[in-house]
C-alpha cells in the first residue's frame, strides 16, 4: 500500500512539474504580447517569476530523481513555493484587477486532487490570503486599450480576462483531468491489491482445511486399502470382480499419493517444489497420471512436433492445475475428449475440448469462484474448487484460464503459459 501511495505521489510531482511548464509558457506569451503592443510594464519581475518557477522545477525534477519515494509534504512545499510566485507577478502587475489572478485557483485544485485534507487547506488559506492581501497592496496598472484597427479597440482587461478563460480551459482538461486520471488509476490498484488479499487469505483458509481433511483421512483409506486387498484374495477366481477391485485400488492410491503431497510440498519454493524436467516429458507424465486413474475415458492428444523442448521445473501444483481440467472435461464428456498442446520460445498453448453441454450464461458469471460448482447430477456433485484453485497455480506463473463455448457443442479451456516463468534458468 505505501508503494502504490508512493508512486501515485511520485506521478501527482510530474503532473505539477508540467503545469509548471505551462505557466510558465503563458508568462513567457504575455511578455511577448505586451512588447509587441508596445504596453508599458515592468518586465523585471515577471522574468525574475519566470526563472523562480525553473529553479522550483529543476528541484522538483531532482527530487524525483533523487529518491523513489517523494512524499505529500515535498508536494505540499513547491505549491507553496507557487503561491509565493504567484503574489511576487500580482503585486507588480495591479493585484486583485490583474485578469489572470484565478491562477491562485491553480495551487488549490492540485492540492485538492493531490494531497490529504489538512494540506489541502493550507494551500486554500495562503492563496485566500496571497489574494486578500494584493487587494491592499499592489503596483496599480493603468486603464490601457489595444488598438486593433482604426475603428476597434479592445480593453487589456477584458483581453486578459479571455486569454486567462482559454489557458485555464487547457490546462484543466489536459492536467487537471491526468491527475485525476492518476487517482482513478491508484484506486484501481488498491481494489487489485484488495482482491488478491481476499484470495491469498481463501487459499490460507483452504490449506488449512486440506491439512485438516489430510489428517483426518489417513485411516479410512488405510481401511479401505486392507479390504480392498482382502477381498482381492478372496474373489481371485471372479476376473471382472476383480478388475472393479484394482480400479478401486488405483482410485486409493491417488488418494493417498494427493494426502501426501499436501505435506510433503506444503511451503516449498518453486526452486525445490521439483526437478529440472523436459516440457514434452513433463506433459507426457501428467497424461499419463492422468490416464491411469481415468481409463475409461478416450483422451486423443495432438502435441507439437517442434524441435525446441525447454527445461521447465515440474511444479506438483501445475501438474495438479492440469490434472483438475482434465477431469472436470471428463466429468462432463465421459467417453472422449481431445488434448492439444503447443508452445513456441515464448509461450505454452493447452487446449482441452470436451463434449458435453457447454456452459449456461449463469456458469459463465460464477465460474471461478469458490465452492461454486457447474456439476449438478447428484453423482457428479463436486467441491466446486477445481477452477479457483487452477487460476490461483496459474497466476503464480502469470498464466490465464479461459473456458468458452465450442460452435459445434461442448466447451474449450485454454491455458496460456509464458515459458520464461516456466524455464529452468
Known sequence: MSNQLSSANRQNMQRLIMLRGVVMLCLILVMFGLSVANIPLNLFPLSLSIVLLGLFSMVAWWRLYGTNQPSQLEILLQLVADIGVFALIFYFSGGYSNPFIWMFLLPITVAAVALRATYTWLVAALSIASYTLLIFFHKPLSHLHMHMNNETRLDI?????WLGFVISAIIVAVIIARIGQNLRD???KMAQVREKALESERMLALGTLAASAAHELGTPLATMAVI?????QELAQQPEALAQLNIMRTQITRCKEILSSITENAGKTRAD???GQLLRAFLNSAIQRWRDTRPATELVVNMAENAYNPAIFSDVTLTQALLNLLDNAADESPERIIFDAHWDEKKLS???RDFG?????EVKQQLGKPFFSSKLADEKQGLGLGVFLTQSILARYDGTLNLTNHADGGVITTVLLPLHQLKVT
Open 273 to 275: 517444489a521439483g526437478q
Open 357 to 361: 453441454k457447454g456452459l449456461s450464461q
Open 350 to 352: 493447452l487446449q482441452i
Open 186 to 188: 491508484y484506486d484501481q
Open 157 to 161: 482587461h477584458l483581453v486578459g480576462m
Open 228 to 232: 480392498n486387498k482382502e477381498l482381492s
